[in-house]
């Protein structure tokens, strides 16, 4: 059975930083990619940053490139999001999520992912 358990939100200033972590179990996060995504009040679940199954490949949307990066620890098989310089519109709960596939074909489309976590909220104040 895949669980996916995300933490680290909470509330930050706009202009700082937090690293969420997405641990998961019955599952290897180094045999599949991995991604966040997040959904703020009233909007989709929009994507916000993958990383392929070997680690090779990374992908971020246009809002976050530059200010968050994902990374994975194999060996504890947790995805991490370390989000820098967080912006009022970061405001959003943030989830975890995997499709237990090797393929990047429609890596960031919401509606092909699987397993999901129960999300973690991050709110930045101004």
């Known amino acids: 059975q895949v669980q996916l358990r995300e933490s680290g939100g909470g509330l930050v200033q706009a202009g700082g930083s937090l690293r969420l972590s997405c641990a998961a179990s019955g599952l290897t996060v180094s045999n599949y990619n991995m991604a966040w995504f997040r959904q703020a009040p009233g909007k989709e679940r929009e994507f916000v940053a993958a990383i392929t199954w070997s680690g090779a490949s990374t992908f971020y949307a246009d809002s976050v490139k530059g200010r968050f990066t994902i990374s994975r620890d194999k060996g504890k098989s947790t995805v991490y999001l370390q989000m820098n310089s967080l912006k009022l519109d970061d405001t959003a709960v943030y989830y975890c999520?995997?499709?237990?596939?090797?393929?990047?074909?429609?890596?960031?489309?919401?509606?092909?992912?699987?397993?999901w976590g129960q999300g973690t909220q991050v709110t930045v104040s101004s």
């Open positions: 999520g995997t499709r237990g596939a090797r393929a990047t074909t429609s890596i960031m489309r919401q509606s092909t992912y699987n397993y």
